[in-house]
């Protein structure tokens, strides 16, 4: 068919949603394309102009307005022609404009890496939608038309394109509702990455198919018979197991091909919501309903706004699988966003609740933009959003919240509101206490309890699902981190400084300038940063600072070295995250300690008797002398070996006196030496060498008890 017939075949098309004047837009736009693009061909020998006519057909089907119709015409022209923005600004109007810009942006950039590509590209793409969502949807439709004609391309870019297919645009297609669009890219990026897999498969199905179409047929004849028998209305459409779908649960959920097609699925069409609910009782009478296998995501749809009820049945010796929506549902299921500017004319509270939805999402995507430290932290949270299987749990309101499964109440508390994650302390499930790293489970009413001045734990990181608590989790301990180290920098920088008789305040402007020049950094307060995080050493940039100035000292010694006065900085054991005690030797407020900088991770803190502390002088003079400050009231973990002898009840015994001299028991573990005498290995909480020693005396007042010491390594 010639290039002319076909974008005839498209203003007919467009004729049954369309008027005549925006049909001529959409014309018009197409014959300034074919210009612009004279000359340029593709890969596979036709004119280019093809593809663009080809995605504007894949968008007619969707029946998407006249603007991204033309956007679609002309979404290679800015970055393939040379024509600039403005100038089909002039011609065809700012939003269109805007469409093909947004377009062309989000393929224009040289990567480094092809992780780098698709993250750069994907924080791209959000600004875009954010700007105007229409923008992914030309993408997608061009980039379904590039994985249709990807034959002629080179094995490596081929590759590389249907990679990015399956990571990205699938995944984002799915999050958008557009089951259609998703699962053909999901199949052409799968046949294209494993050619023969997706043939095998193919043939299998289709050999199945022929064998079983029989049992299919009969099966759907009874549910006819059914809907007619209750004068229910109804179309039964058989449902196609797609390629990628059957590798994927043959390879990760560890099923055989046979297990996973001895499954008949359908899918009932009706009128009214009502309907869905009396074919479910209908189909419910004819075969027996498998028990836990009924959802209703019309009553609550998922996160992308799909709506349906699905249940499985047992009945002719095999499992059947039925899905039951009205047309309306069944637009929404294969076309999702784009359903929005099929029922524009008609908006019902289906598609405002589905574009609210997209809203929302790309909301949360450009919140979590702003967190990331880089495109490829960004991506990292993102993925995980698109598209897990979902809970539904309720706020003490009574509002339901859509959340991936295995999120936590943490989860739960940054879906409310950044701010109230930041300051949880505590959660309610079901009006009891629970724990915030419990897996929530669908169907539980959670209550979230805020403390002002409450900050993100650390150990939050390793349970949190969801990519907007990772990314916000993460955005505050950055800033608390920064914080932490200017401080620590600081009185570590101070103490260096009074070693050699001077101060910081003391120090020139020029001289400070120099120093930060020479160190390559931005600013002294990063200098200090560096210095609390231990990338670099307090006396060696006091020494700088102070070159050129008078030193009060002999030339480097040992003392230099130290850089300090020999008064040691005094600690109180709850600086946050770059202070953090040794597990080797577990000091406690009383012992004497001393610090050792950790590159990038702060100070660690250690008992100065420590085996792993350095043994040469140069080690130990960079060392920082410690001491506790007066009021610690925190309890810190110790270890403790106590010997003996073998009789009933001992171990009672031992926890009762631990807990009577207020001690808090973390673990015990008992080792067997011989019949007669035992060894336990006891870690606990005390809040000092004092409450330790009154610990270990009623312990050693135990009659059994023939040795106890405390265990440094």
């Not at 070159?547 to 010694?557: D, I, N, Y």
């Amino acid at each position: 068919m010639s290039v002319e017939a076909s974008v005839e075949g498209l203003a007919k098309e467009l004729s049954t949603y369309l008027d005549t004047n925006r049909i001529n837009q959409v014309r018009r736009a197409y014959y300034y394309a074919e210009q612009a693009h004279e000359g340029q061909m593709r890969k596979s020998g036709d004119r280019y102009i093809t593809h663009p006519l080809a995605v504007a057909g894949i968008l007619a089907e969707l029946r998407l307005d006249h603007q991204s119709l033309m956007a679609a015409m002309l979404h290679d022209v800015i970055e393939d022609t040379g024509i600039p923005k403005d100038a089909l600004a002039e011609q065809f109007g700012d939003d269109v404009a805007e469409l093909v810009d947004g377009v062309s942006k989000l393929t224009q950039i040289e990567f480094r890496s092809r992780a780098e590509a698709q993250a750069e590209n994907f924080q791209k793409m959000t600004l875009a939608m954010a700007r105007d969502i229409r923008v992914i949807l030309v993408k997608l439709a061009d980039r379904l038309h590039n994985m249709r004609t990807l034959g002629p391309m080179p094995y490596e870019k081929r590759q590389r394109i249907a990679t990015e297919t399956l990571d990205i645009y699938a995944p984002i297609a799915n999050r958008l509702g557009m089951h259609s669009i998703c699962t053909e890219l999901e199949d052409l990026g799968f046949s294209s990455l494993f050619p023969m897999r997706s043939k095998y498969i193919s043939k299998a199905v289709d050999k199945l198919r022929g064998s079983h179409r029989e049992i299919i047929e009969e099966i759907r004849g009874k549910l006819q018979e059914k809907l007619e028998e209750r004068g229910l209305p109804g179309r039964i459409l058989g449902r196609e197991k797609h390629l990628n779908s059957i590798y994927n649960k043959m390879k990760f959920k560890q099923k055989s091909f046979h297990e996973i097609m001895d499954v008949y699925a359908f899918r009932i069409i009706t009128d009214t919501e009502d309907d869905c609910y009396r074919i479910l009782g209908a189909v419910h009478s004819l075969y027996k309903p498998l028990p836990g296998r009924f959802k209703d995501y019309i009553a609550m749809p998922k996160a992308n706004g799909y709506q349906s009820l699905h249940t499985t049945l047992f009945g002719m010796h095999v499992n059947i699988e039925i899905q039951i929506r009205t047309e309306e549902m069944e637009h929404i299921a294969n076309n999702g966003i784009a359903a929005h500017w099929m029922y524009k004319n008609e908006p019902s509270s289906v598609t405002s609740a589905n574009q609210a939805r997209v809203d929302r999402w790309v909301k949360g995507l450009m919140e979590m933009r702003e967190r990331a430290d880089d495109s490829l932290e960004f991506i990292e949270h993102v993925k995980v959003d698109l598209f897990p299987d979902e809970i539904y749990v309720f706020t003490p309101k009574g509002k339901i919240m859509e959340l991936p499964s295995g999120a936590t109440p943490v989860d739960f508390a940054y879906a409310i509101h950044t701010d109230i994650g930041n300051a949880t302390v505590a959660c309610r499930i079901n009006r009891n206490l629970g724990s915030l790293s419990q897996p929530l489970q669908s169907g539980q009413t959670v209550e979230i309890i805020t403390a002002p001045g409450a900050r993100p734990n650390p150990a939050w990181l390793s349970f949190v699902v969801t990519g907007k608590a990772r990314s916000s989790i993460r955005h505050v301990l950055k800033g608390q981190k920064r914080t932490e180290s200017l401080e620590l920098g600081k009185t570590l920088l101070k103490k260096s400084l009074k070693g050699f008789g001077a101060r910081l305040a003391d120090i020139g402007e020029a001289q400070i300038e120099a120093v930060v020049n020479h160190n390559q950094v931005g600013s002294l307060d990063e200098l200090i940063s560096d210095i609390g995080l231990g990338n670099r050493m307090a006396y060696l940039v006091a020494r700088q600072l102070l070159s050129g100035a008078e030193v009060q000292s002999e030339p480097e010694t040992i003392r230099d070295m130290r850089g300090g006065d020999g008064s040691p900085v005094t600690i109180r054991g709850t600086e946050g995250l770059l202070v953090r005690f040794a597990s080797c030797c577990k000091p406690i407020p009383g012992d004497p300690v001393v610090g050792v900088m950790d590159s990038g991770n702060g100070m660690v803190i250690h008992s100065d008797s420590c085996v792993r502390l350095p043994e040469d002088d140069e080690g130990r003079a960079r060392l920082t002398h410690l001491k506790w400050a007066k009021d610690i009231t925190d309890e810190f973990s110790v270890e403790l070996r106590v010997e003996l002898e073998r009789q009933r009840g001992v171990i009672a015994e031992v926890a009762n006196a631990v807990a009577m001299a207020d001690g808090n028991i973390e673990r015990i573990n008992v080792e067997d030496q011989n019949a007669k005498f035992g060894v336990v290995s006891l870690v606990l909480h005390v809040n000092g060498r004092r409450h330790l020693a009154r610990v270990m005396r009623r312990i050693r007042n135990i009659k059994a008890v023939t040795y106890i010491g405390r265990v440094r390594s």
